[in-house]
Nanobody, 129 residues
Framework: QGHLVESGGGSVQAGGSLRLSCAASPYTDRSRCVGWFRQAPGKQREGVATIATKDGLAYYIESVKGRFTISQDRVTNTVDLQMNSLKPEDTATYYC??????????????????????WGQGTQVTVSS
């Protein structure tokens, strides 16, 4: 199934930026979808953004549209999440995940956690007001 490692978390003030990176090993050619998810204390895990590895088609949940950007680098085998204009409600542990069988809608990979089979260990993002 492979192995995923997240990096890039940290603490920032509201309005700041962070860039998360997800390194995959082996290369995720076998995984149709890669996604970023987050989980805040006492809350369910929430899908944030996904990318279809075949063509780079990205999907975002409404609350992060225009602020977050997901991208992939086939040379370094990474999927990054650039997060701008961060808000306190973005505070959570962020996980990347991949799956060959993730649910899709048309050509978009859907950020449904139960459909992802390989997960990283998570990286903490804390946004202070």
């Amino acid at each position: 199934q492979g192995h995923l490692v997240e990096s890039g978390g940290g603490s920032v003030q509201a309005g700041g930026s962070l860039r998360l990176s997800c390194a995959a090993s082996p290369y995720t050619d076998r995984s149709r979808c890669v996604g970023w998810f987050r989980q805040a204390p006492g809350k369910q895990r929430e899908g944030v953004a996904t990318i279809a590895t075949k063509d780079g088609l990205a999907y975002y949940i409404e609350s992060v549209k225009g602020r977050f950007t997901i991208s992939q680098d086939r040379v370094t085998n990474t999927v990054d999440l650039q997060m701008n204009s961060l808000k306190p409600e973005d505070t959570a542990t962020y996980y990347c995940a991949q799956s060959r069988w993730a649910p899709v809608s048309g050509d978009y990979c859907m950020p449904v956690a139960s459909g992802y089979t390989t997960w990283g260990q998570g990286t903490q993002v804390t946004v202070s007001s």
